[in-house]
């Protein structure tokens, strides 16, 4: 785990000159890695690199250069396979010098180059030079676990761990890109590469970027989700298989040099990673959770203090406070380079800090929610598909759909859902399926009511909507239930794993989520619906697989939140409610133009009221104050 950044191309700069440009770059990133930073440069090229030691303490140094000189590899993440990797490659001659796993993909990438992205398991951003002809690799792992921003300040490719580090280039200049801007509006995301910075792009996940000197010559994808549905693996099969790449991804994960942990939630997803994990160690493990004071429906810690006692760890919690939220947000906000997501970060942050006071390394839950179909909504798009098929006598994507029996014995679960169905079929059960789904997540009708005149004039709705479709009707997909998957896969979940990456390294802790190991991800696609959501729930195969590891209560429970803030309640106390009046009802902010100061007031002065809304606006104003204070 480390942070990344350099220059590639022809500049009339020094050589001296650029290597002080990547140290200034160096500076903004040595949160990420305070154990060591090192730099190289050549002809076109200067790369930068501070470390935070896992394997291989001692040598594992980068940049990392080959024997000859030629190649050049900066390194951000962990190769999981890195020991059957080297194993493959000394058989076939290859020496190393190191035990780590930079110096085996530095030689996966000399032997193969591209085509090695394929065979890692892994998280990983990096760039790798040829010294000899000037080419370059920059490549980012499937999942987008790790980041990695880009620019073209004229002759010269510039890229980095972190935005904040670009920033630090003199040609890169620091303008508020509208487009994503709608993004997060619309989500609290964003699509296709977008960044709130004007020319500043994020290398999408399973992409790499292959080019010369300055110039980006192919963007690539190398890997993405399959929905090749296996109807000849019966369920006992999936359980099976489901089990092992379970208890082998925590395997190779656990790999370390340096003491290893685990988030514990009180969720399945956290509590599976725990308690598997938790075997290798002998009783000397350690989890990490929070809750808050403000009543049971903001504390889920009963359920992960079971979880820690069935595994014997060693238990921590903490109880963030509404003083901390006001003091750290805007931090918060900086570290996180542009906003994103919901107020489940701030607790996240104080999770991570208590963490990195006992272990390095973190394991993690992010994924399982959208890899095993853990939203109320996966399971409505399931159910409407199987009324479709039964009314019209089709099959979605093979044998999606069975019998009318099948929703007739799921009829009590939708009564569950009754307010979600009303949205989803708000216009018809069959009105086009990309319409419904993006009315569904669309968040700008609340936050549009907030902004100016001029602002919504300029707001493209029909190009944002544009931008969804091109992602959510994958050619590949044609059920409800996969298109959902494949968006949120696509957008949502990388955005969650920014947060989970930026919250961890602000505090020097390496966070790992070993259920997005491709492996899993490909198996359960791969599963037919009527066995992913058997019975009418969501995450199915993997409450079966985990009922004889977990408690009871925790794989039957119904009351998951999610880690919620109790912002409605902090409002109606002075420090919060002062702090978001001094920040929306600034001079600053009604000058930059964006928000009705008359609204934003109207808002502020409901009793109770903390919603989306209000994050939305104060998530912006935020982030505009900390990269355009002159403004």
């Known amino acids: 785990m480390c942070g990344i950044c350099g220059v590639f191309g022809y500049s009339p700069q020094s050589q001296n000159e650029k290597k002080q440009l990547v140290r200034k770059m160096m500076t903004r990133l040595s949160h990420r890695g305070p154990d060591g930073e090192g730099i190289h440069s050549s002809q076109n090229a200067i790369l930068g690199h501070v470390r935070l030691a896992i394997i291989d303490l001692e040598h594992g140094l980068q940049p990392m250069v080959s024997r000859d000189d030629r190649y050049t590899l900066i390194f951000n993440g962990e190769i999981y396979n890195y020991l059957e990797l080297r194993k493959s490659l000394e058989s076939k001659g290859v020496q190393f010098q190191t035990q780590s796993d930079t110096e085996v993909l530095l030689q996966m990438l000399i032997q193969q180059g591209e085509n090695a992205l394929n065979q890692l398991n892994g998280m990983f951003a990096f760039a790798f030079h040829d010294n000899q002809t000037g080419q370059w690799i920059l490549a980012r792992d499937p999942f987008g676990i790790k980041p990695l921003y880009y620019c073209i300040a004229e002759n010269e490719i510039v890229f980095a761990s972190e935005i904040k580090a670009l920033l630090e280039h ?79 991804s925590i395997k190779i994960q656990i790999r370390s040099d340096v003491p290893v942990g685990s988030h514990l939630s009180g969720g399945i997803d956290s509590s599976t990673i725990a308690s598997m994990a938790a075997v290798h160690f002998d009783g ?79 394991l993690g839950g992010q994924g399982g929610d959208e890899i095993f179909g853990g939203y109320a909504r996966y399971l409505i798009g399931y159910l409407e598909q199987a009324l479709k098929g039964a009314i019209l006598g089709t099959q979605e994507e093979g044998k999606h759909v069975v019998t009318l029996t099948s929703v007739i014995s799921n009829l009590s679960i939708l009564k569950e859902y009754q307010p979600l169905l009303q949205h989803f079929w708000k216009d018809g059960l069959f009105e086009d399926m990309d319409a419904r789904y993006f009315r569904l997540i669309d968040r700008s009708p609340d936050i549009l009511k907030l902004i100016t005149d001029d602002a919504q004039n300029s707001f493209n709705k029909e190009e944002v909507f544009s931008d969804f479709q091109n992602i959510f009707n994958h050619p590949d997909t044609s059920s409800y239930i996969n298109k959902m998957t494949y968006f949120d896969q696509k957008t949502l979940l990388p955005a969650l794993l920014h947060v989970e990456d930026r919250v961890s390294m602000a505090v020097s802790l390496e966070s790992r989520v070993p259920l997005l190991d491709t492996r899993i991800v490909n198996l359960i696609t791969s599963m037919p619906p009527k066995i992913k959501f058997k019975g009418g729930q969501g995450k199915y195969i993997l409450k079966e697989v985990t009922r004889k590891i977990l408690p009871k209560a925790v794989v039957d429970r119904k009351d998951k939140m999610g880690f919620p803030v109790p912002l409605k309640e902090w409002i109606k106390m002075g420090v919060v409610r002062d702090f978001v009046c001094d920040t929306l009802l600034s001079k600053t902010c009604r000058e930059r133009g964006l928000f009705q100061q008359n609204a934003l007031e109207q808002l502020i002065q409901k009793e109770g009221t903390f919603g989306r809304q209000l994050w939305g606006a104060l998530c912006i104003e935020l982030w505009s104050k900390e990269f355009f204070s002159t403004k």
């Open 170 to 248: 003199p040609k890169v200049k620091v303008e508020q890109n509208f487009k994503a801007l709608q993004h997060y509006l619309t989500f609290q995301f964003y699509l296709n590469g977008e960044t709130l910075f004007k020319g500043i792009h994020e290398i999408e996940p399973g992409f790499y970027l292959k080019g010369r000197a300055g110039q980006v010559e192919q963007t690539i994808r190398y890997w993405d989700t399959s929905y090749q549905v296996n109807f000849k693996k019966t369920e006992i099969q999936f359980k099976e298989e489901l089990t092992d790449l379970l208890d082998d």
């Open 284 to 362: 000397e493990f350690s989890v990490f959770t929070g809750k808050f004071q403000e009543g049971q429906a903001y504390d889920e810690a009963h359920y992960a203090k079971l979880v820690a006692e069935k595994i014997r760890a060693n238990y921590h919690e903490v109880i963030p406070t509404a003083k901390q939220f006001v003091d750290l947000f805007p931090k918060l906000i900086f570290s996180l380079d542009q906003p994103l997501a919901g107020p489940g970060l701030f607790p996240q942050f104080l999770v991570s800090q208590l963490a990195a006071q006992h272990v390095k390394v973190v």
